[in-house]
Every structure is written in C-alpha cells, then in structure tokens.
C-alpha cells in the first residue's frame, strides 16, 4: 500500500510537469505547425540563467521571473530568426510536398537544440549542477510516519494548476487568444480577416518558451542541472502530447497525467531500466489504437 | 521481394546499371588513391568516413527520397551490430559472412519498424523513432547475459588473410580497416545509385510527394512505406554492424547522437543526392579535425573548444534548412521551378 500511494503521489507530481512539457509543445504545434524538438533546450538554457542569477546572491524568485521571461523571449527570438524565414521561404522543388515541409523544421529544431546545448557547455561547462527548490523536498509526517509527499509536491501541483487555468483562460476568454485559435484553426482565413498571423505564431512560441521554462525550473531540483539533462523530458513529454493529442491542450494535460503515471508506476513495481521501453509501449499502442490522440481530433486528407 | 523488383526494374534498363557501375569504379578508385596519400589517423578517418556513408545512405533514402523522417536510424545500426558481434563472438563466424547477415537482423527490426511507421508521418514519425533511439539500446542492459550491458561486445576487423599480405604487403592495421569497409560501401553506393535510379526510385518520389496523388496512380504507398522502412535499414544495419567492428558494440557505441549525426549529414550535404550523402559526410567526420586546426591558434580553454564541433555543426545545419534546404550537393534542383 506505501508503494502503491508512492507511486501515485510521485506519478501525480512528475506528471504535472509532464503536463506543462506536452502543453507548451502542443501550443507551438497548434500556432505554427511545429514540434519543436528544442523546447526542452530552451528550457535548460533559461534554467541555468536563473542557476546563475541564485549562485550569484539574488533570491530564488529573482531567478524563477528572470527564467521565465528569458524563455519566452527565447522562443519568440527562435521564430523569429529561423521558424520564420523557414514558412515564408519561396516554394522550391524541395519544400513543394507535404512531407518534406513537415520534415523540415524539425530538422531545424534539432538544430537549434544541438546549438542551444553547445552553447550551455561554452558558457555553464558540462558537469552537473544541483538546482535548488523553493519549498521543503522531505516527506510530509502524519501520525507518526514520512508520507510520500513533500511540499515541493505541493507547490509543483499547485503552480501547475495554476498555469493551465491561466491558460485555458487566455484561450477562451481573450481576443489575443481567440486569433491564436483562429490561426491554429486556418491560416489563410485568419489573415484575410485581418489576424496578423506572423504576430500570433511568435506569441505561441513565447508562451510555450515561457511554460517549457516553468517546466524546467520544477523539474531540475529533482533531477539536476546539465546540457543534456532535459533530454528525457522531451522524450516523455512528447509521448504525453501524442498520447493526449497534439491538437489538443487538454488532451496535453491529461496525457501528461497519464504517462506521469505510468513511469512512477514501472519505476516502483519493475525498475527505471524498464522505463523507455514502457514509454515506447504507451506510445505505439496510442498511435496503433487512436494515431489521433485520445482528445484529438479527426483525420482528414484532401486532394 | 522488392528487391527483386528493383533489380528486374533496372535489368530492363541496362543503361541505369551502367551508370551506377561507373560510379562505383569511379568511387573506388578515387577512395583507394586518396586513401593511398594518407597518414594512418586519416585512413581510420576515411573508413569512418565510408561506414557513415553507407548509414546517410539510409537516410537519404528513407527522407530524401521517400520523405519520411527519422531520427532513429542510430537504432537500427545497433540492431545491426549486435547481429554482427553476437554471431562473431559467439559462434566465431568470420566477419566476411557475420557483417551480411547483420543485414537480415536489420531488415527484419525495419520490417517491424515499418508496419508502425507506415501509419504515421511527419513529426509523429520523428518523435516515435526517437524514443525507439532511446529505448532500442537499453534493451542491452535488460538482457545481460546475452548483450553484456554497457560493457558490450568487443568485436574488430583482425588481421588480414594470408594471401592478401602475400599479394599487397603488410597493411597498418588503419589501412586494413579501409580495405574492409571499402568493398561493402561500394555494394551500398551500387544498390543506392540503382534504386534512385529505377522504377521504385520514382515510384517512392511519388509518395513524397503527394501520398492521394501517388494512391491514385496506382502506387500501394502504405506497402511501398514498408519496403522503403526495410530497405533504408538494411543500409543502416550494414553501417552499424561495420562500426562496431572499429573495436566495440555496447550501447555507448550507437547513442541518440549517431542517428541525429547522419541526419545532420545528409541535409548539410543535399538529402536528396548520393553524391550528397558523401560530402555532408566528409564535413561532419573531419570539421572536429578542421575546426582544431583553426583553434590551435587562439588560446581557448578546454570548455569552448570541446563543444566548439557540435556547435559549428548545429549552426550549419540551421544555415542550410533556412538558406539552402537543397544543400551543397542540390543547388540544381531548383532550376526545375
């Protein structure tokens, strides 16, 4: 039974920030088309300014803006001087299919991670660094006992929560938001009626750079700071976002839940070798079950 | 079975062959003499230089022609190298016969690979081969006693038989590497340059470029998909299986990094060119070498200098996506618009 409430507390917290990765990578594929394979990079490079801002004396707030607002302007500096010229490029003969110009900005992605990474080892060297937590990382007591739940836990689910009521309501309640569906929806139409769609797309990738940011900040107190470190969370958290739906922010949310939960569950009753395969199994029976999603959308091909 | 298909196909057009033939003698000869010139480090480069060849083979392949993406061929080399250093290591099976039969191993796991990939496309299907990337390697640390962990299989090239030495001398053990994967990149270059050329070639550009449009001129792409999965690993299981014969097969051997290497080479090179495929991957083995080089005479630390290749790397690769996704080799491509 402690397993079993560990597993489910730990899967809980984990799949909140799993959450937040599937979001902000759904957010960029709704508004630009996009997966972008570099957010996790983005996340890790603002993680180390707020690392450097802490080391340096300032308080862990300071830090924890700063990150935030460093990764959204991140991302929109990304769209704008490569996602951008790349979707206003002349159509060659190489980008004229379909697949090629869905090939070819995850090629670029993975660019700009390797560069993003790079980077971090130039400027922050590649070893490890720990990152710290605002809140208490040890088990809450109740009658007697350490539960597995600490308070990070806590403040993880609770700005998590937070973040995607915000979200949602940004969405559905604002013109701002209105036009980003509205582009997600159709380009073409959203810019005759008077969307500017080059803006819209920008603020995507600042909004996901900024929850991607937020991801990273809650992840490392747990798991360390390095170039590579958010790696896996990518990984996981785009298995999140086609689990849930690339379509959807509340299939991202849900599907983060769920995957959070099926690796604290292989981790505590098999054992974290098995995780990877576990992922790679979660996803292949999505895609073979429901290749949409479980809150996508139809497909549709036109001629 | 599409492989005889390919064959018949170019046997109907004997000038396809022809011209691949040339190629390939050209190839050979222009490897042997460059090789020929070259201190032994450069040698183990150049056989590097052949075994990444035959893996963006793979790539060009599978995106450039067919126009689905991976990022998981990395995967498939390990497939093929663990094929290759079990049946070396364990039945000591000459490596003449183990590294050919890696490629059924490798075709069978693209087989597989491809009856999932076939239903996907575009980002779905890169971020799946991604997780395959990672997932495939820690199979090794599941089954110990088969794949030995992270300790991996200790496999080489060996020495050469007698009548070779009898016949050219004694080679460095550098050289001998080369003379090695030189006859299986010349296969591989062969087999491309006729596929690219035949009937399949063309009928896989069809399914790039408009899936509906290719079913309605008859083409089966969902199955085309498949065989396009099965043929571009065969390359990459031949590519990992060589590479593992540079000293060890163990999951540190075939990293995420690999597939996304091969990548990075076939795009910086022209995606759609075989000719490409070999230049972008003369750029990626050699800038680490070109790139130190230019360094030595600034006075760098150790912290810029080890990252300074992935980063001029990356860089490049952006470069080219955003100024001249063709590449160096597919300049020309655009006059046809």
Known sequence: MDTFLAALFSGTSRGAIYALVALGLVIVWRGAGVVNFAQMGQAMFSTYIASTLIQNGNSYWVGFFVALFAGAALGALLDVLVMRPLSNKKKTELLSSESMRAAIPVIASLGILGVLQALAGIIWAAEERGFPAPAAQEGFTVAGSVMPFTSFDVFVISIVLITLTMTTIFFKKTGVGLAMRATALNQEVARLSGIRTNFTRTLSWAISGAASSLAGLLITPTSNLSPNTLDLVLIIGFTAAVVGGLDSPAGAVLGGFIVGLVISFVTFYLSPEDVFISILAVLLIVLIVKPRGILGGKDSRRV | ?337
Request: a positive charge; charged letters at 10%; hydrophobic letters at 55%.
């Open chain 2, 1 to 337: 079975m599409e492989r005889i298909h390919v064959v018949s196909s170019a046997a109907k057009n004997p000038s396809i062959i022809r011209r691949s033939f040339r190629r390939t003698i050209f190839f050979i000869i222009a490897i042997l003499a460059i090789g020929s010139t070259f201190e032994p480090y450069n040698q183990a480069q150049l056989a590097v230089v052949l075994i990444y060849f035959i893996g963006v083979l793979s790539v060009t392949i599978l995106t450039g022609i067919s126009g689905q993406i991976s990022l998981g061929q990395g995967a498939l080399m390990a497939v093929g190298g663990y094929t290759t250093a079990l049946l070396m290591t364990n039945y000591s099976i000459s490596l003449w016969i183990a590294v050919p039969a890696s490629i059924v191993g490798a075709g069978i796991a693209g087989a597989l690979l491809g009856i999932a990939a076939a239903r996907l496309s575009g980002p779905y299907l890169a971020g799946t081969t991604l997780v395959i990337a990672l997932a495939i390697p820690t199979i090794a640390n599941r089954f110990m006693s088969v794949f030995k962990g992270d300790e991996g299989l200790p496999v080489d090239v060996g020495y050469p038989p007698s009548w070779f030495t009898s016949l050219f001398g004694e080679p460095t053990y550098e050289e001998w590497q080369l003379y090695v994967v030189l006859p299986f990149a010349a296969i591989a270059l062969f087999f491309a340059s006729n596929l690219l050329l035949s009937r399949t070639g063309r009928m896989w550009k069809s399914i790039r470029d408009h899936e509906t449009a290719a079913a309605l001129a008859g083409v089966n792409y969902s199955r085309q998909k498949i065989y396009v999965f099965i043929i571009a690993s065969i390359f990459a299981g031949l590519a990992g299986a060589l590479y593992g014969l540079r000293g060890l097969v163990g999951p540190s051997v075939y990293p995420v990094a690999l597939s996304l290497t091969l990548l990075t080479a076939a795009v910086l090179g022209g995606i759609r060119s075989i000719f490409g495929a070999f230049i972008g991957t003369v750029i990626v083995v050699f800038l680490p070498d070109w790139i130190d080089l230019v360094l030595d005479n600034f006075e760098l630390s150790e912290q810029v200098s080890n990252f300074m290749p992935a980063l001029i790397s990356s860089l490049l690769l952006i470069l080219t996506v955003v100024i001249n996704p063709a590449g160096v080799a597919g300049g020309h491509h655009h006059k046809h618009k």
